[in-house]
């Protein structure tokens, strides 16, 4: 069923589908309709795979497309036709956070945070250096319901808050 023992995200889709991402072995997925379990992994060479197999969590947006937050990016599989889109390669995503507004929060592992649309286009790259976050490295993001965000950050392996309200 599992091809990797790490579990870094589960998440239910709105079919029910259980979606389950792992540390090297890509992603399982327990169908609610039918039972053989298919499984989603890094294929070299291949555009239209997982783009890497180290996923640390999964989202579904607005449009029921599946998000996965990889070591290299993020893949997008599209709900329409199941192919793929690759965004913020080279970029190790470790969480991301649906957006009230259909877009999603992606925090990184030292590159801050990153508001993308639903198309995958990037909207907004807060960070350290622009002094919009007291650190880069972003391992938990949630929005609440006035758009503002409270994400859960490592500075120098000691835990601290960072919260950002944008302008309104």
């Not at 995200?9 to 997925?29: E, H, L, M, P, R």
């Not at 192919?83 to 929060?105: E, N, P």
């Not at 002094?131 to 120098?156: C, H, M, P, R, W």
């Amino acid at each position: 069923f599992l091809r990797g023992n790490g579990v870094y995200a589960v998440t239910k889709d709105f079919q029910d589908n259980i979606w389950i991402g792992s540390y090297t072995g890509g992603v399982s997925v327990a169908i609610a309709l039918k039972y053989p379990v298919t499984v989603l992994t890094h294929e070299r060479g291949n555009q239209q795979s997982l783009v890497n197999n180290n996923v640390n969590d999964i989202e579904e947006n607005s449009n029921k497309d599946l998000w996965f937050a990889t070591d290299d990016g993020i893949s997008i599989r599209r709900k329409s036709d199941y192919s793929w889109k690759h965004v913020l390669r080279s970029t190790v995503i470790v969480d991301l956070c649906k957006s009230d507004g259909g877009d999603i929060w992606a925090g990184t592992y030292g590159d801050g945070l990153y508001l993308v649309d639903k198309m995958g286009r990037v909207k907004k790259h807060l960070t350290q250096k622009h002094g919009e976050l007291t650190t880069n490295y972003i391992f938990s993001v949630k929005e609440d319901a006035d758009g503002d965000f409270f994400g859960q950050v490592y500075e120098y392996y000691i835990g601290a808050f960072a919260t950002y309200m944008p302008q309104k």
